[in-house]
């Protein structure tokens, strides 16, 4: 197995390793470090059905049980899938992860990764961005750095100031899903110490403490310096690709700017994280 850096702050690729077969611990390992070290993690090459990707995933922690199950995929549940062919009740397409967010943030404990494995792609487009929240943090000035450092913000499962809507969750689904959240606006990660900037413009209310006339012009600023240019990767997507990123410190969007005759289908799961600090 070799693996590639792919941007000087964000991203690897792994190749030259079958995920269906038994993997040594020293491959566990490194890509395990890589993961934690480039945020972005893409295995090459894999032809994984959902059992599969759910013993790949399993390399790298426990499965989160994602909040709408309308997507799990039935012959295997814990797997779900992003599909541009759901639609709307009112028959509009919805295309699941356009707009900037982190996954599930509106949980107590958000999933620490999302692992999506292509299953068919557009033949163009369809690309998947990243943003790196600690490079973001880093270069924030340090009266902004100061602003937020003990700020806390509400999450919840579809914010009222969001324009991006989501398919709504079914009552049981309710019943399982926290109403309200609240977690630290700069987190420091778990794993390698850094700190991130920890929004989610779908996922947050509110800022604790803040007025919305100076809460929601804090988050669009935050928004706006956090995906400049020069702290993404974007990745397009090839047949067999696994990627899997790290929720904590990352914002990530899907792209709906291809043909849409065309399906666009992948498989994803997600991984157990902890309580942002
Ligand atoms: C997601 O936001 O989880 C989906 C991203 C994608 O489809 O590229």
């Not at 390399?59 to 709408?68: D, E, K, P, T």
Request: include cysteine; proline fraction near 6%; charge should be neutral.
């Amino acid at each position: 197995m070799n693996i590639r850096r792919l941007t000087d702050h964000t991203g690897a690729e792994a190749v030259g390793i079958d995920l269906t077969r038994p993997v040594t611990p020293e491959a566990k390992a490194a890509l395990n470090r890589a993961f934690v070290e480039y945020s972005v993690l893409v295995v090459r090459d894999q032809t994984l059905n959902p059992q599969q990707v759910l013993n790949a995933v399993e390399l790298f922690g426990s499965v989160f049980h994602q909040h709408n199950t309308r997507f799990a995929i039935p012959a295997c549940p814990q797997i779900h899938y992003i599909s541009n062919q759901d639609r709307f009740p009112d028959g509009s397409r919805y295309i699941p992860g356009e707009g900037w967010h982190t996954d599930h943030s509106n949980d107590t404990k958000p999933p620490k990764a999302t692992v999506l494995h292509a299953v068919t792609l557009p033949d163009r487009g369809g690309d998947t961005q990243f943003a790196n929240m600690a490079a973001a943090y880093a270069a924030l000035p340090a009266t902004t750095r100061d602003r937020i450092a003990n700020l806390m913000a509400i999450h919840v499962y579809q914010s009222s100031h969001s324009s991006r809507k989501l398919i709504g969750l079914s009552d049981a689904n309710k019943e399982r899903v926290p109403n309200a959240v609240l977690h630290p606006i700069v987190r420091t990660h778990p794993e390698n110490g850094r700190k991130s900037i920890f929004i989610n413009p779908i996922r947050i209310e509110g800022i604790v403490g803040l007025d919305h006339r100076e809460a929601l012009p804090l988050l669009d600023e935050l928004l706006e310096h956090a995906t400049r240019e020069e702290f993404q990767y974007r990745h397009e997507w090839r047949p067999g690709d696994l990627v899997m990123w790290d929720n904590r410190c990352l914002l990530h969007k899907a792209n709906g700017d291809y043909d849409m005759e065309q399906t666009r289908y992948l498989y994803r799961v997600m991984l157990q994280g902890d309580v942002p600090r």
